[in-house]
Each structure stands twice: as structure tokens, then as C-alpha cells.
């Protein structure tokens, strides 16, 4: 199944007034370091500190009455979890969140304080799908994924429309995109918003190293699924496989995918705090981090544009990060 411009459209007009537009910002210094304009998408600012609620906003708004009375049931590290749990209590509705119980303290207490009720599992010994199959079929509740679905994905289409019109507000086309990869929801309906309006724009994704599905997938012409045996600094972006909907949009519209280790993306994150004042998660610094790092080639001479995709950093990790010590 695709998506369409116009889906992309019609989601951006059911989150007026309840998702936040988030600005475009430069910084000339970024700019001398790089010797090319950037143009940057800070969802940091988003509501939930993360792109996450566009989807799931989108995503819950469309449920029947029927179906809000039942409530509605999502697993998540955090963002999503906290986007639907927001959303959840926007329109009313009761939401539970499957939780690893790793997950970081903030985003957890974050999903709790929008009113959703949480559910722990381990990460490596339970499945995440089949507790929130079982909990929705007891309760008769709606599963919200975190990626593979045409509403969630079009909601995320929205940063992708705001960024190429803002972009063209200021008389400025797009020669790149830089854009994180997960299961690939952002980066498909970024991508889609993206080259209907810019077609000569190229899509980067970027995704950590040793969790590099979505390079694989697109090297082999299929859905790769990965075993990883360590973990990443990126909880966010830890997905195994890319999504059975992101995936076939991925081939057609992505030119490049980068991969940035865990010491680049600390050395982003330390960036953004000292010189554009911004505070970014791992996952949402993966884009700043292959900019950085020299990692995304430039595709000619004009601008970049760069998605910051969330904000939502454990204390603790974030102060090791600026001590430099991870």
C-alpha cells in the first residue's frame, strides 16, 4: 500500500491546531563547519519532544466511536509510546504501552503522566508484538503500530510537507535530505512529502551502525531482518527489520544510506547543545551526526535539509554524553 501526497495533505489538516508546526532554523556556524546551508527541522519542539504524536495523532483521530471506547494499545521504547498516549488523552480514549523495562526512566514516567497505562516486558526474553496482540484482543482494543501503517505513516509525512514548503517560503530548494531511520515510518513519509514537491531532491537515510537493516534491505532488494547482539546508543532506532508498508517506499524514493556510530552521534548530541542550543535525543541526532561526520555526500550545491527527530534524552545518559564520557 502507498502513500499519497494528498494523504499526507489530509493528515497535516487533522493535526492543525493540535501538533505543533516546528520552525526551520539555521546556523551560520553549522553552516561554515560544513561549507554548505542547512536548513534544520528541530521535532524536538514537536508536543512529546518528538515527530511521534503527527502519527499517532493522525492515527487515533480516524477511530470510530466504537473504537475509542475500547481504547487503543501500542509497544514502544518511549516516543511513540508517549505520542499515543497523548493522543489517547486528546481524544479521550483509554491507552496501554508495551514497554521494555530498560526503557529510558523519563520517557516511561512521560507516557504515564499523558494518562496511559504501562506494561513492562524484557527485551530480550519476551515479544513485544504478541503481549500487545493478547492485551488487545482481551480488551477488544485497536493495536496503534509504531511504523507499519498508512495513517501513522502519513501523519509522519508531515514534517517532510512543512520542511520542503517552509524550505520554499525562503526561496530555497533542497539538493539533500538527511532524515533518521527506524522501522522507516518518518523516513517514508518524509521521503514521499519530499519528492512530490522536490522531485530532483535526494533522500538520505541515516541509521547506527550494527543496526543497518534498512541498508541491507535495500542492498539485497528485500526485507532484511537482523539479530543484533549488542545494543546501540540509539534505543530509538534499535527496529530489526524495516516495516512490510516503509520498505517498498524506502526502494523508490531513498538515493543513499549513511551509518553512524554510537561515538559520532555523542560527538552530535555535544554539538547541538553547545552550538545550536538544542537538546537531542541519540536517535534524533543520527542526521546531525552523518552531516558531521562527512557521511552525507553532497548531491550538488545548494542546501541541506536535516531532521532532528526528538528530544527526549535520559538526564543521566545526556550528562555522561556532555562529559564525554560515552
Given at each position: 500500500?502507498?502513500?499519497?501526497?494528498?494523504?499526507?495533505?489530509?493528515?497535516?489538516?487533522?493535526?492543525?491546531?493540535?501538533?505543533?508546526?516546528?520552525?526551520?532554523?539555521?546556523?551560520?556556524?553549522?553552516?561554515?563547519?560544513?561549507?554548505?546551508?542547512?536548513?534544520?527541522?528541530?521535532?524536538?519542539?514537536?508536543?512529546?519532544g518528538a515527530f511521534k504524536f503527527?502519527?499517532?495523532?493522525?492515527?487515533?483521530?480516524?477511530?470510530?466511536?466504537?473504537?475509542?471506547?475500547?481504547?487503543?494499545?501500542?509497544?514502544?521504547?518511549?516516543?511513540?509510546?508517549?505520542?499515543?498516549?497523548?493522543?489517547?488523552?486528546?481524544?479521550?480514549?483509554?491507552?496501554?504501552?508495551?514497554?521494555?523495562?530498560?526503557?529510558?526512566?523519563?520517557?516511561?514516567?512521560?507516557?504515564?503522566?499523558?494518562?496511559?497505562?504501562?506494561?513492562l516486558y524484557d527485551r530480550l526474553?519476551?515479544?513485544?508484538?504478541?503481549?500487545?496482540?493478547?492485551?488487545?484482543?482481551?480488551?477488544?482494543?485497536?493495536?496503534?503500530?509504531?511504523?507499519?501503517?498508512?495513517?501513522?505513516?502519513?501523519?509522519?509525512?508531515?514534517?517532510?510537507?512543512?520542511?520542503?514548503?517552509?524550505?520554499?517560503?525562503?526561496?530555497?530548494?533542497?539538493?539533500?535530505?538527511?532524515?533518521?531511520?527506524?522501522?522507516?515510518?518518518?523516513?517514508?513519509?518524509?521521503?514521499?512529502?519530499?519528492?512530490?514537491?522536490?522531485?530532483?531532491?535526494?533522500?538520505?537515510?541515516?541509521?547506527?551502525?550494527?543496526?543497518?537493516?534498512?541498508?541491507?534491505?535495500?542492498?539485497?532488494?528485500?526485507?532484511?531482518?537482523?539479530?543484533?547482539?549488542?545494543?546501540?546508543?540509539?534505543?530509538?532506532?534499535?527496529?530489526?527489520?524495516?516495516?512490510?508498508?516503509?520498505?517498498?517506499?524506502?526502494?523508490?524514493?531513498?538515493?543513499?544510506?549513511?551509518?553512524?556510530?554510537?561515538?559520532?552521534?555523542?560527538?552530535?548530541?555535544?554539538?547541538?547543545?553547545?552550538?545550536?542550543?538544542l537538546v537531542v535525543e541519540p536517535?534524533?541526532?543520527?542526521?546531525?551526526?552523518?552531516?558531521?561526520?562527512?557521511?552525507?555526500?553532497?548531491?550538488?550545491?545548494?542546501?541541506?535539509?536535516?531532521?532532528?527527530?526528538?528530544?527526549?534524552?535520559?538526564?543521566?545518559?545526556?550528562?555522561?554524553?556532555?562529559?564525554?564520557?560515552?
Open positions: 500500500m502507498s502513500i499519497s501526497l494528498a494523504d499526507i495533505e489530509a493528515a497535516a489538516g487533522r493535526l492543525k491546531g493540535h501538533a505543533v508546526e516546528t520552525p526551520l532554523i539555521e546556523s551560520p556556524a553549522l553552516n561554515d563547519r560544513l561549507g554548505r546551508r542547512v536548513l534544520i527541522k528541530p521535532e524536538t519542539l514537536q508536543r512529546v503527527r502519527g499517532a495523532y493522525n492515527r487515533l483521530v480516524q477511530l470510530s466511536p466504537d473504537e475509542r471506547t475500547r481504547g487503543v494499545v501500542a509497544f514502544s521504547s518511549g516516543n511513540h509510546a508517549q505520542g499515543v498516549a497523548l493522543a489517547a488523552r486528546l481524544l479521550g480514549m483509554p491507552a496501554l504501552i508495551v514497554m521494555p523495562s530498560d526503557a529510558p526512566a523519563v520517557k516511561v514516567e512521560a507516557t504515564r503522566g499523558y494518562g496511559a497505562e504501562i506494561r526474553t519476551d515479544d513485544r508484538v504478541a503481549i500487545a496482540a493478547q492485551i488487545a484482543a482481551e480488551r477488544g482494543s485497536v493495536v496503534v503500530p509504531a511504523f507499519d501503517d498508512p495513517h501513522i505513516i502519513a501523519g509522519q509525512g508531515t514534517v517532510g510537507l512543512e520542511l520542503v514548503r517552509q524550505a520554499q517560503a525562503l526561496g530555497v530548494t533542497f539538493d539533500v535530505v538527511a532524515c533518521p531511520i527506524g522501522g522507516g515510518g518518518l523516513l517514508a513519509g518524509v521521503s514521499t512529502a519530499v519528492k512530490a514537491l522536490s522531485p530532483n531532491t535526494a533522500i538520505v537515510g541515516v541509521e547506527p551502525a550494527g543496526f543497518d537493516d534498512t541498508l541491507r534491505s535495500l542492498e539485497k532488494g528485500e526485507r532484511v531482518t537482523l539479530t543484533p547482539t549488542t545494543r546501540s546508543l540509539c534505543d530509538a532506532l534499535e527496529s530489526p527489520a524495516p516495516g512490510q508498508l516503509t520498505f517498498p517506499i524506502l526502494q523508490k524514493t531513498v538515493a543513499d544510506v549513511a551509518l553512524v556510530t554510537d561515538a559520532e552521534v555523542a560527538q552530535a548530541m555535544r554539538y547541538a547543545f553547545s552550538v545550536l542550543k536517535g534524533g541526532s543520527v542526521g546531525l551526526a552523518a552531516l558531521l561526520a562527512g557521511k552525507v555526500k553532497s548531491w550538488g550545491d545548494g542546501s541541506t535539509g536535516l531532521v532532528l527527530s526528538g528530544g527526549n534524552v535520559d538526564p543521566e545518559l545526556f550528562a555522561k554524553v556532555l562529559r564525554e564520557e560515552v
